[in-house]
């Protein structure tokens, strides 16, 4: 058994994951009740990386703003930038994709219990609420908008710190670090419990009627994950983009693809962060942040979705006014919450464009729960693998100009 536990601990954790992947798959096909018990495993890795996230957040962000030196420059402005472009152009390639391949709804009910933002001003005054949200409420809430801004503030605080005070908030941030690398290592038994969750149950069922949505859907993620943003990539690095593509999908996009939370999967980014060797003073911020606004995934959905919802209404829509949505998708994805299902609540908003009224807007919304086993998934799968890329795409590209040699990691 220890000789075992020994290979079993050498071998890759992606490898481990697809062991558990798969063995979820088989104990949901042959084993649907007798295997039921293995989705507490889900429950519990989900639950432990949600737990740590926002205490492993808060201490990373304050240490490394309290311990930056000066004249120690950061590619927080760099990074900032790609966010918001690779956001605008995922929601243009989706509205482009709709027009070409354009998507009737047979809407449906299910969405009755939520309550959709009335509008951009809504969004942004909950964004702007959350800045300042109490510090204690925002990390009981993962409210990790509120967790970053009182980090920075608090980082500030402690600049001029005794040399002490700042060796013991690393000495935490590096226990919390531990922590999460521990309950990383289970994540192989937790996809196994996911997995079986999703197969065993009827949702997956429920999606051949939507085969044609999401083939647009998934087709939009799936083009700018191996399309856009290589290109984006490409630009700033000069060198073949794939090697880190393929490296942030595999390491990060899989644990997202099960978590379905951006949150979740922050320490999993820090992580690779860590392996691609990149500065902590940028990536304890831009990681927890780009779960936040990085939001290309969500814009795919609430673009298709919305002109869906316009072509099953029969509503005539110039290319002006669908470059309009565009820009409102990435504005509307910068305010999806970073955990399950955060963009299908912004589709009315963006359906209002349309004059579409709220009750039909919810029925679409009724949908987006049907497909969103697969959906938001995809979705998040693409945000928090983007993060990764696109804070190693600044720091590469840096790494560039300083002539400096890029080597991805295997």
């Known amino acids: 058994m220890k000789k075992l536990m020994t290979n079993w601990n050498k071998m890759s954790l ?3 994951i697809i062991i558990g992947l798969v063995i979820g798959v088989l104990l949901a096909s042959f084993f649907p009740e007798q295997a039921k018990p293995v989705i507490i495993f889900g429950s519990l890795f989900v639950g ?3 737990a740590i996230a926002p205490i492993l957040v808060f201490f990373l962000v304050m240490s490394a703003i309290s311990q930056h030196r000066t004249g120690h420059q950061t590619n927080m402005k760099s990074i900032i930038v790609l966010y918001l472009l690779g956001t605008f152009l995922a929601g243009f390639v989706a509205v482009v994709v709709s027009f070409i391949f354009p998507v009737t709804l047979t809407l449906t009910t299910g969405a009755q219990n939520v309550t959709p933002p009335g509008g951009v001003v809504e969004v942004l005054k909950a964004l702007l609420l959350n800045i300042v949200d109490n510090p204690v409420k925002a990390l009981f809430n993962a409210n990790y908008i509120g967790i970053l801004s009182w980090a920075v503030v608090l980082g500030f605080a402690l ?4 040399d002490t005070t700042k060796v013991m908030i690393t000495n935490f941030s590096d226990a919390l670090t531990q922590m999460v690398k521990w ?6 038994l937790g996809i196994m419990g996911l997995v079986f969750e999703a197969f065993a149950g009827k949702g997956l069922k429920a999606l051949g009627s939507y085969g044609h949505l999401l083939a647009v859907m998934l087709g939009c993620m799936v083009f700018v994950a191996l399309v856009v943003n290589p290109i984006i990539v490409f630009i700033n690095i000069r060198q073949n983009p794939y090697p880190l593509v393929f490296k942030c999908l595999r390491e990060s996009g899989i644990t997202a693809f099960f978590t379905r939370s951006s949150a979740a999967n922050i320490p999993v980014n820090m992580t690779l962060c860590e392996k691609l060797g990149l500065d902590k003073d940028t990536y304890s911020v831009s990681i927890p942040l780009g779960s936040t606004i990085n939001m290309a995934g969500a814009a795919v959905t609430i673009s298709v979705m919305t002109l869906a919802a316009v072509a099953t209404l029969g509503i005539k829509v110039d290319m002006p006014t669908a470059l309009i949505l565009s820009v409102l998708s990435a504005v509307c994805a910068c305010g999806a919450s970073g955990v399950a299902g955060g963009s299908l609540l912004l589709i009315p908003l963006a359906c209002s464009l349309f004059g579409i009224p709220n009750d039909i807007a919810m029925k679409v919304v009724g949908v987006g729960f049907i497909v969103g086993v ?7 799968a693409l945000n928090s693998s983007t993060d990764v890329l696109f804070t190693a795409t600044a720091e590469f590209a840096k790494w560039r100009k300083e002539g400096k040699k890029i080597v991805i990691p295997k």
């Open 14 to 16: 992606v490898i481990r």
């Open 48 to 50: 432990a990386l949600k």
């Open 159 to 162: 600049k001029n710190a005794p």
């Open 183 to 188: 309950v990383i290592n289970f994540a192989p």
């Open 374 to 380: 697969l959906q938001d998934s995809c979705e998040t």
